[in-house]
């Protein structure tokens, strides 16, 4: 949703680099560029106005002008700004302090609020609640049945005793809800409200009657983040006929320009609380001011990918596989390599995994392009081995190869492709699991590859520096004889113990002094 905002603002970014100073003409330049980037991305004009305004005062204050780096400097300040708008500090939900904690969803028809009745339901669920969904939109057809779906593939409780489509009082669904969620021990109840078109009189009275009727610890207004203006127009005008306590943005994973999430906060005063970005349940998580800015400023969202992963992964898992990998690369097998990939996969989409990274808006093209079909089809000719195969792939001949393909669908070449990989792939995990890291670097103590690893590296490079011609060789170690008395190290005439020729920079380094202990 970003994407364009994001290009332009790095663009600015990157005029700026590699001046020492900045003049009021360079502030002034950059200014321009980002007020056109915020406008293009249907940002509300009174937010362009004060954003631009905080950044000029800051960017001409003392912070930039004494910087070492004064266009880094400019782009935290946009980076706080940016915070700032979106809400400044994460908000959390707000939990009765007497069980049911009553949530109302509110919104426009076709926000999606209650498909987010059941994300938040499954959120919530993750969090160690109990909630209880409850459908209070009688309107729309078959809505009643839909929000019973989505209660279902949550996993969370529902209630609702009429049939909905037109027949049914909303407001006593809803005072009875209450009373059903302390009968079976509901701790949270998310009441789903009609949606309108457009905003209407009757709209407000249904929802403002159903906020009465049961006075809800929050009331989140769901927002389409893809209507752009419009939604901070009908945030205004339901914060000012029926009022809610904080913002869900919908549709986050859409290719609209992303103005309202920018606005929206600063407009209402209201902060956004959560955000949904895909079609699936756990599609949905906290919204975060901080993490949002660092996406758009193409600086990462490594927290939302640690907290993914550790979801995910066991910890006892983790480590089990730390220690095949130890003992040796042909511990870390086919199976093992499936595993780890279903794992990943259930982190989400590789794309949208790969653009937390920092610096992936450099190949956000590549990125897109990404198939994830090719999991699906890796996993699949992985399936198609036989236990044996998957152990040990080296016995995989050409025959073996052909079944494989024809079980998989796939060509010959990928099951080849996949082996190879697969191999190198192995003797790196296991290299880097034993300290070999790099090679040519000493193993680090307790993790394999020690010194005599290293040493048995030393004798072999030596091996390779010496002469065929025995004049050549003869003054060769004659001169390294010479340097041993002088007290150098034998060194390769004309080079440096890291391989650099005579007189480059890097053949007086010195390794620190935490280093030393790790070359003895």
């Given at each position: 949703?970003?994407?364009?905002?994001?290009?332009?603002?790095?663009?600015?970014?990157?005029?700026?680099?590699?001046?020492?100073?900045?003049?009021?003409?360079?502030?002034?330049?950059?200014?321009?560029?980002?007020?056109?980037?915020?406008?293009?991305?249907?940002?509300?004009?009174?937010?362009?106005?004060?954003?631009?305004?905080?950044?000029?005062?800051?960017?001409?204050?003392?912070?930039?002008?004494?910087?070492?780096?004064?266009?880094?400097?400019?782009?935290?300040?946009?980076?706080?700004?940016?915070?700032?708008?979106?809400?400044?500090?994460?908000?959390?939900?707000?939990?009765?302090?007497?069980?049911?904690?009553?949530?109302?969803?509110?919104?426009?028809?076709?926000?999606?609020?209650?498909?987010?009745?059941?994300?938040?339901?499954?959120?919530?669920?993750?969090?160690?609640?109990?909630?209880?969904?409850?459908?209070?939109?009688?309107?729309?057809?078959?809505?009643?049945?839909?929000?019973?779906?989505?209660?279902?593939?949550?996993?969370?409780?529902?209630?609702?005793?009429?049939?909905?489509?037109?027949?049914?009082?909303?407001?006593?669904?809803?005072?009875?809800?209450?009373?059903?969620?302390?009968?079976?021990?509901?701790?949270?109840?998310?009441?789903?409200?009609?949606?309108?078109?457009?905003?209407?009189?009757?709209?407000?009275?249904?929802?403002?009657?159903?906020?009465?009727?049961?006075?809800?610890?929050?009331?989140?207004?769901?927002?389409?983040?893809?209507?752009?203006?419009?939604?901070?127009?009908?945030?205004?005008?339901?914060?000012?006929?029926?009022?809610?306590?904080?913002?869900?943005?919908?549709?986050?994973?859409?290719?609209?320009?992303?103005?309202?999430?920018?606005?929206?906060?600063?407009?209402?005063?209201?902060?956004?609380?959560?955000?949904?970005?895909?079609?699936?349940?756990?599609?949905?998580?906290?919204?975060?001011?901080?993490?949002?800015?660092?996406?758009?400023?193409?600086?990462?969202?490594?927290?939302?990918?640690?907290?993914?992963?550790?979801?995910?992964?066991?910890?006892?898992?983790?480590?089990?596989?730390?220690?095949?990998?130890?003992?040796?690369?042909?511990?870390?097998?086919?199976?093992?390599?499936l595993a780890q990939m279903e794992q990943v996969r259930k982190m989400g989409s590789i794309s949208k995994l790969l653009g937390m990274l920092p610096g992936m808006g450099q190949i956000k093209d590549q990125i897109n392009n990404i198939d994830e079909r090719d999991v699906d089809r890796t996993a699949a000719i992985?399936?198609?081995?036989?236990?044996?195969?998957?152990?040990?792939?080296?016995?995989?001949?050409?025959?073996?190869?052909?079944?494989?393909?024809?079980?998989?669908?796939?060509?010959?070449?990928?099951?080849?492709?996949?082996?190879?990989?697969?191999?190198?792939?192995?003797?790196?995990?296991?290299?880097?699991?034993?300290?070999?890291?790099?090679?040519?670097?000493?193993?680090?103590?307790?993790?394999?590859?020690?010194?005599?690893?290293?040493?048995?590296?030393?004798?072999?490079?030596?091996?390779?520096?010496?002469?065929?011609?025995?004049?050549?060789?003869?003054?060769?170690?004659?001169?390294?004889?010479?340097?041993?008395?002088?007290?150098?190290?034998?060194?390769?005439?004309?080079?440096?113990?890291?391989?650099?020729?005579?007189?480059?920079?890097?053949?007086?380094?010195?390794?620190?002094?935490?280093?030393?202990?790790?070359?003895?």
């Amino acid at each position: 949703m970003f994407d364009t905002l994001s290009d332009r603002l790095a663009s600015t970014f990157k005029s700026l680099r590699g001046k020492g100073r900045l003049s009021e003409q360079d502030i002034d330049s950059a200014a321009r560029e980002i007020r056109i980037a915020l406008l293009e991305a249907d940002v509300a004009l009174p937010v362009v106005r004060a954003f631009i305004k905080n950044v000029k005062e800051r960017a001409a204050g003392s912070e930039v002008s004494k910087a070492l780096n004064p266009s880094q400097q400019v782009l935290k300040i946009v980076n706080d700004e940016l915070v700032g708008i979106l809400g400044g500090e994460t908000r959390r939900l707000r939990f009765a302090k007497t069980a049911p904690t009553v949530i109302m969803l509110a919104g426009l028809q076709g926000a999606g609020k209650t498909t987010l009745a059941g994300k938040l339901g499954l959120w919530l669920k993750g969090q160690g609640h109990s909630p209880l969904l409850v459908a209070c939109d009688l309107q729309r057809p078959n809505a009643v049945n839909q929000l019973n779906i989505v209660a279902e593939r949550a996993g969370v409780g529902f209630y609702g005793p009429q049939p909905g489509n037109g027949v049914g009082d909303p407001v006593q669904v809803a005072k009875d809800s209450i009373e059903y969620a302390k009968s079976k021990v509901y701790d949270i109840v998310i009441v789903d409200t009609a949606g309108r078109l457009g905003i209407d009189a009757e709209m407000m009275q249904q929802a403002a009657d159903i906020r009465d009727a049961i006075s809800p610890d929050e009331i989140l207004f769901v927002v389409d983040a893809m209507i752009g203006q419009d939604a901070v127009n009908t945030a205004e005008a339901f914060r000012d006929g029926v009022g809610f306590d904080g913002v869900v943005l919908s549709k986050l994973d859409g290719d609209a320009r992303g103005g309202a999430a920018l606005s929206i906060a600063h407009v209402t005063g209201k902060q956004i609380m959560f955000a949904s970005n895909g079609e699936k349940l756990d599609d949905f998580d906290a919204f975060h001011p901080d993490r949002m800015a660092g996406r758009i400023l193409d600086m990462g969202d490594m927290l939302t990918l640690i907290e993914q992963a550790e979801k995910t992964f066991s910890q006892a898992e983790a480590e089990k596989m730390a220690a095949k990998l130890a003992k040796g690369p042909k511990e870390f097998t086919l199976d093992d390599f499936l595993a780890q990939m279903e794992q990943v996969r259930k982190m989400g989409s590789i794309s949208k995994l790969l653009g937390m990274l920092p610096g992936m808006g450099q190949i956000k093209d590549q990125i897109n392009n990404i198939d994830e079909r090719d999991v699906d089809r890796t996993a699949a000719i992985i399936k198609s081995m036989t236990p044996g195969e998957r152990h040990d792939p080296t016995i995989i001949n050409g025959s073996r190869r052909a079944r494989i393909a024809k079980g998989s669908g796939v060509e010959v070449s990928a099951v080849k492709n996949l082996v190879e990989r697969f191999f190198e792939a192995r003797k790196m995990m296991s290299r880097m699991a034993q300290g070999g890291g790099m090679p040519g670097m000493p193993g680090i103590p307790g993790m394999g590859g020690g010194p005599g690893r290293q040493k048995k590296q030393v004798k072999q490079a030596k091996g390779k520096r010496k002469s065929g011609n025995p004049m050549k060789r003869k003054a060769d170690e004659a001169a390294a004889a010479a340097r041993r008395e002088q007290g150098s190290p034998a060194l390769e005439p004309g080079g440096s113990p890291f391989g650099l020729p005579a007189g480059q920079p890097g053949q007086d380094f010195e390794l620190p002094d935490e280093f030393k202990k790790f070359m003895k």
